[in-house]
Structures are given as structure tokens and as C-alpha cells.
């Protein structure tokens, strides 16, 4: 079945940067595209960007563009979300999601998310 | 950008009853490229609908999808206990954005 693990999560000072893992298993990872979901704590979702199957197309939303890079290693079956000069209102669970795995569209498949805490 | 609005909550229902949740694009969502997600606490959503209308596979034939154009609707027949919880819809009609709405909450 699909597995998907986040990791490299933490508390981070604002300005700097970290990046985020996913790592997939139980589906052909090279023919999705996956996507990065934020929730900030008591919040609702907020989707953040989406990489394509074989990493050529890569898209943000507005408050992360210029900011954050989706990108993905097929070898490795994993994706990876590099953030950069985070701020405070970065602070939320990260989800990586799989798009339509086993449906006609959709984020079939989730994460349990990686907590990223930006404070001073 | 497609904005998404939802139904107003929380919601305060009974098990049993019949609920109907709303979601308002200030666009058109193209294909009707709509789906809807539940999340309960401390999880991870869980896709409920697809196409606006298309059951994901396990899910209880009580969660109906409708709508096209801008407004969309979810509909749950009879409310079972481990309905509770908060309901995302989302637009994929532009492939360079996925927005979500800012959720509804049933609450018992």
C-alpha cells in the first residue's frame, strides 16, 4: 500500500532555511505528481506546491513562490521541499500528498506531517 | 487565483440527520475539477470526493457530491458518530493551482 514518511521538521529561526523530505513507497513513484500541503496550528489547509511526475513542472502558491523549492528524486522515490528566509507564519504541519494514485484526481494518499516551527 | 468559500460553521448536528455543505468558487472551476476531504483531529485528510461528484474508493455511499460551474455542494445522508469532524473542498481546474476552502466544521 502507499507509505508516505515526512521528515526534517524542528524549530528554526525566522530568516533561515531547512528543507523537508518525503519519502514514498507501494505506488510507481515516477508517474505522479506530488504535492506539499501547511495546516498552522488550529488552521485550516493550505496548499503550497505540486511537483509533476518527472520534475519538469513545478508550481507554488503565492505566499511560498520565490521562497520555497518542490523538487523530487524518482531514483529515491522521494520529494523534498527546500524553504528559505522562513517567517513566522510558516509555522504549520507540512503534508506531502500523492495526486491521484488510485482515483481521477484528488490527493489520494497523505502523509502524517513534519511540524516546522519558525521562532525566534 | 481561484478563491474558495465554504459554508459557515461549526455546524451542530445529530447523529442521524442529513447535512449539506456548501462550497463557492469566485470562479468558474473548470471540468468541475472539485474534490472534497474530511479531517478529524490530529490526522491527516482523507479524499471524499473527486470530479465533484465521484466517490474515492471506501467511501460510504451516505457522502454525496453535486454542482458545476461555481457552487458545489457535499452532502452526507445520515450522519454517522465518526462523521464529526472538519470538510475541505478543493479546485484542480487550473494545473498551477489547487486551492482549498477554509473548511466547515460538523460538530455533534
Known amino acids: 500500500q502507499v507509505k508516505l514518511v515526512e521528515s526534517g521538521g524542528g524549530v528554526v529561526q525566522p530568516g533561515t532555511s531547512r528543507t523537508l523530505s518525503c519519502a514514498a513507497s507501494?505506488?510507481?513513484?515516477?508517474?505522479?505528481?506530488m504535492h506539499w500541503v501547511r495546516q498552522a496550528p488550529g488552521k485550516g489547509l493550505e496548499w503550497v506546491a505540486v511537483?509533476?511526475?518527472?520534475?519538469?513542472?513545478?508550481y507554488y502558491a503565492d505566499s511560498v513562490k520565490g521562497r520555497f523549492t518542490i523538487s523530487r528524486d524518482n531514483s529515491k522515490t522521494t520529494i523534498f521541499l527546500d524553504m528559505n528566509s522562513l517567517r513566522p507564519e510558516d509555522t504549520a504541519v507540512y503534508f506531502c500528498?500523492?495526486?491521484?494514485?488510485?482515483?481521477?484526481?484528488?490527493?489520494?494518499?497523505w502523509g502524517q506531517g513534519t511540524l516546522v516551527t519558525v521562532s525566534s | 487565483e481561484i478563491v474558495l468559500t465554504q459554508s459557515p460553521g461549526p455546524l451542530s448536528l445529530s447523529p442521524g440527520e442529513r447535512v449539506t455543505l456548501s462550497c463557492r468558487a469566485s470562479?468558474?472551476?473548470?471540468?468541475?475539477?472539485l474534490a472534497w476531504y474530511q479531517q478529524k483531529p490530529g490526522q491527516a485528510p482523507r479524499l471524499l470526493i473527486y470530479?465533484?461528484?465521484t466517490r474515492a474508493p471506501g467511501i460510504p455511499d451516505r457522502f454525496s457530491g453535486s454542482g458545476s460551474g461555481t457552487d458545489f455542494t457535499l452532502t452526507i445522508s445520515r450522519l454517522e458518530p465518526e462523521d464529526f469532524a472538519v470538510y475541505y473542498c478543493?479546485?484542480?481546474?487550473?494545473?498551477?493551482?489547487?486551492?482549498f476552502g477554509p473548511g466547515t466544521k460538523v460538530e455533534i
Open positions: 500528498a500523492l495526486w491521484a494514485g488510485s482515483t481521477g484526481g484528488g490527493l489520494d494518499s
Open positions: 507501494g505506488f510507481r513513484f515516477s508517474t505522479y505528481a
Open positions: 511537483v509533476s511526475y518527472d520534475g519538469t513542472k513545478k
Open positions: 470562479q468558474t472551476v473548470a471540468n468541475s475539477h
Open positions: 470530479g465533484a461528484y
Open positions: 478543493q479546485q484542480y481546474g487550473s494545473s498551477d493551482s489547487y486551492t
